[in-house]
T-cell receptor, first 109, second 113 residues
Framework: GIQVEQSPPDLILQEGANSTLRCNFS?????LQWFHQNPWGQLINLFY???GTKQNGRLSATTVATERYSLLYISSSQTTDSGVYFC???????????FGAGTRLFVKA | SQTIHQWPATLVQPVGSPLSLECTVE??????LYWYRQAAGRGLQLLFY??????ISSEVPQNLSASRPQDRQFILSSKKLLLSDSGFYLC????????????FGQGTRLTVV
């Protein structure tokens, strides 16, 4: 099956810093999502981005499907950005969404 | 707008007891429905998915089963819980087309003692 790898596994930032999270996948996909899991466990949809670039406030994401990776950019990080960021993909002809292991982010005040 | 409800939020059950977790979706028809499990500090593992009433696909052989008695209702069950069934269980839905955006419920934190 398809493999999804996220890096780095852990990240500590000072408030105000910028960061880039990466998601690599092993096969062609037609669905890619980024989620933020808050301290209460809830998964918040950040981006649905099978290809191209999107921006939402301080967050933006880029997926290069032909090279099998996606990047999530966080600018001017805030303590409320802390949590786990997951990349999840689905492949052509399927109904399943498979998750990477996540990047655990801690933003210090 | 669409909403997904999952309950209970937390559950403590003894080993060997039965389990029933329920998930319902409002505001859409014929959704794809999913059950995921997250062990502490780990990623999400897909357990079951369903593309229609009575249609269940199992991803991981285990002590759990799923059922879809109605279009927008998805139930996760066990006849006898094991300690290893502890975890955070999340229900999700997406539209009927293949590989569209998925949305998650708030999860059930299950502790088997």
């Amino acid at each position: 099956g398809i493999q999804v790898e996220q890096s780095p596994p852990d990240l500590i930032l000072q408030e105000g810093a910028n960061s880039t999270l990466r998601c690599n996948f092993s096969d062609s996909v037609n669905n890619l999502q980024w989620f933020h899991q808050n301290p209460w466990g809830q998964l918040i949809n950040l981006f649905y981005i099978p290809s191209g670039t999107k921006q939402n406030g301080r967050l933006s994401a880029t997926t290069v499907a032909t090279e099998r990776y996606s990047l999530l950019y966080i600018s001017s990080s805030q303590t409320t950005d802390s949590g786990v960021y997951f990349c999840a993909v689905g492949w052509t002809g399927g109904f399943k969404t498979i998750f990477g292991a996540g990047t655990r982010l801690f933003v210090k005040a | 707008s669409q909403t997904i409800h999952q309950w209970p939020a937390t559950l403590v059950q003894p080993v060997g007891s039965p389990l029933s977790l329920e998930c319902t979706v409002e505001g859409t028809s014929n959704p794809n429905l999913y059950w995921y499990r997250q062990a502490a500090g780990r990623g999400l593992q897909l357990l079951f998915y369903s593309v229609g009433i009575g249609q269940i696909s199992s991803e991981v052989p285990q002590n759990l089963s799923a059922s879809r008695p109605q279009d927008r209702q998805f139930i996760l069950s066990s006849k006898k819980l094991l300690l290893s069934d502890s975890g955070f269980y999340l229900c999700a839905w997406s539209t009927g087309a293949m590989n569209t955006e998925a949305f998650f419920g708030q999860g059930t934190r299950l502790t088997v003692v």
